[in-house]
């Protein structure tokens, strides 16, 4: 695997990190990093369960998932799963999630 950082002229903040793979990745360690995703994702879950636990939101227990979405927008999409979530927890809470927020990453 090669990595190539490239400059972004302003008013980019960051620069541009691309890996480009070379071979393909061991089977094991693709598995491995599954795992890892999945395990923070599940715990993800745990954190929106425990939320909705505490507020004593009224959304069935098979609808609790944190919100996760391919863009903002999509996130931002009224009537969206990540907002009829968000709708029943109080202002604090709804703001730390919104500011866990990831930039969008694209893939080439």
Known sequence: MSIEIKDLPPPAE???II???NELLPLLFQAEVGAYINSIRSSLDVLAMALVKRHNTQIREDRVFF???KSKEEFERRG???QKFLEGLPELDRRLI???AVPEVTVH
């Open 19 to 21: 890996a480009l793979e």
């Open 14 to 16: 960051s620069n541009l």
């Open 67 to 69: 919100p996760i979405a």
């Open 98 to 100: 919104e500011h866990m």
């Open 80 to 82: 969206s799963g990540a």
